[in-house]
């Protein structure tokens, strides 16, 4: 079940195995944390308990699926709802999600317009709307032979041995429906996909998350999830974008594993949600493996950005470079990294380094920075740095000196903060769309301070 992806790992197990069985549908599948009955001893959480029957009860029956999903609720059920008391979200505040009334999607929506894609690119796209594949609007016709994207309980990206797929495929996430301010009401969508390249295949994969148009202050949930195994020698080239609603919440896992030789590379921009979080959890199971994380975070608005990554090294010759950087320039914005790099004991002649960045734009902000470089292995090349700071001085007078007024000087170093990882993403037109949203943020920070 998906919507454990925001709950912790399970650290003690309870007495009682429960087991939810598939009830009668509802009209209304809906609920809030009011209307939770706390009789329930057996269970650890009163709401995880009431939040898994209804993702129950929104599902299709499948007898292939039945045992798979009675697992998932075992582990859901003896986890408790994550809060501030719990290590990995000190710093994260999750009730904005636990005081909604939470109702799972459980019919692909009618659109009554096409999602915007760059038909000059001509990359193979999936339209991915609250969560259902939408056929209609995709486009998968210049896949090479034996490329294979598909879905039905989740969508599958397959590139088979020596493959290299040379267009990115786009996958395209649209949040639909969405709650009206003050009706608490908070639609869920869960999609998952599942990427596997086989040995020497190479694919680059963007994923794209946004809300339907007009729908920019719409409180809604997704919840996706995405793993990806890549074979020996083979290489991914992972695009992240997210610009949804700054009402939503967006709870995103992505979970690696890399075979010898393998190269996976990821560059991400988040600049939607109330609450955004990713969690990145990144395995190299052989020698030789590489791995490039670059992320830039940027909070706006009364909003929570989020980065929670692990990489873990277990054989000899692996390299990792992580870049994190966030920009938070409003008074209730918030910035959050925990980044945990761990160099076990066989990863000899390794070579790690993880950097981060925060600028702050307003003394009010907050950020909470921790970053985590375990080194258990003795010959290793590791670094880590981080820097929090608002702009300096020297730089706002290089510009002055030279007839720039001070708002556009602003503009021009707060801006070039986060190009450097903008810049990274792969695709000249995804760069170009990520760079004027980005501006155009940017640009509406600065004239509100203004005024």
């Known amino acids: 079940m998906s919507a454990s992806a925001i709950t912790p ?21 809906s609920f809030s944390l009011s209307t939770t009955p706390i009789t329930q001893a057996s269970f650890s959480d009163p709401f995880v308990l009431q939040l ?5 009860d929104s599902l299709s029956p499948s007898v292939s699926l039945q045992k798979l999903r009675d697992s998932s609720s075992e582990s859901l059920l003896s986890t408790s709802w994550p809060s501030r008391k719990d290590e990995p979200f000190r710093f994260t505040d999750t009730s904005f999600i636990r005081h909604s009334q939470i109702i799972p999607i459980i ?3 009618q659109l009554d317009y096409s999602p915007s894609i760059n038909e000059d690119t001509l990359l193979p796209n999936l339209v991915i709307a609250d969560g259902f594949v939408l056929n209609s609007m ?91 195994v890549i074979g020996k020698g083979a290489k991914v080239r992972h695009s992240y974008v997210q610009s949804q609603s700054l009402n939503s919440a967006h709870i995103k896992w992505t979970a690696v594993r890399q075979e010898a030789a393998s190269t996976y590379e990821l560059v991400e921009v988040s600049t939607g949600g109330k609450l955004s979080r990713h969690n990145l959890h990144v395995q190299q199971l052989g020698p030789d493996t590489a791995t490039e994380l670059s992320t830039f975070h940027l909070s706006v608005g009364d909003q929570t950005q989020d980065l929670h990554s692990r990489l873990i090294l277990d054989h000899p010759r692996g390299h990792s470079q992580q870049l994190h950087k966030c920009i938070v320039a409003h008074s209730q914005g918030q910035a959050v990294f925990d980044g945990n790099v761990k160099v076990n004991r066989y990863a000899q002649q390794t070579d790690a380094g ?36 608002d702009l300096e001085e020297t730089q706002l007078f290089y510009f002055l000196a030279r007839g720039i ?47």
């Open 52 to 56: 898994a029957e209804t993702l129950e």
């Open 9 to 29: 790992q399970i650290r003690t197990p309870i007495t009682v195995k429960a087991k939810i069985k598939h009830k009668q549908k509802q009209k209304s599948m």
């Open 354 to 389: 993880q950097l981060t960045r925060s600028l702050l734009l307003e003394p009010r902000a907050t950020v909470n920075v921790k970053p985590n470089l375990q080194i258990i292995a003795d010959d290793v090349k590791c670094s880590h740095g981080a820097a929090i700071s």
């Open 107 to 109: 019919k692909p929506p």
């Open 138 to 228: 995709s486009n998968l016709s210049n896949l090479p032979d034996g490329v294979y994207v598909g879905a039905h309980d989740m969508t599958v990206v397959y590139v088979p041995a020596g493959v290299k797929v040379e267009n990115p495929i786009h996958l395209k996430y649209v949040s639909v429906e969405g709650g009206e301010e003050g009706s608490k009401k908070l639609p869920v969508s869960n999609p998952r996909v599942f990427v596997v390249v086989e040995e020497g295949g190479e694919v680059g994969i963007i994923e794209e998350f946004v809300s339907k148009e007009g729908n920019d202050d719409k409180y809604y949930w997704a919840n996706p999830v995405l793993e990806v």
């Open 405 to 451: 007024d001070l708002e556009t000087a602003r503009k021009a170093l707060v801006f070039s903060f986060g190009a450097e990882v903008i810049e990274r993403l792969p695709n000249s037109f995804m760069q170009k769309q990520v760079e004027s949203h980005v501006k155009g943020l940017l640009s509406s920070t600065f004239k509100g301070s203004s005024n």
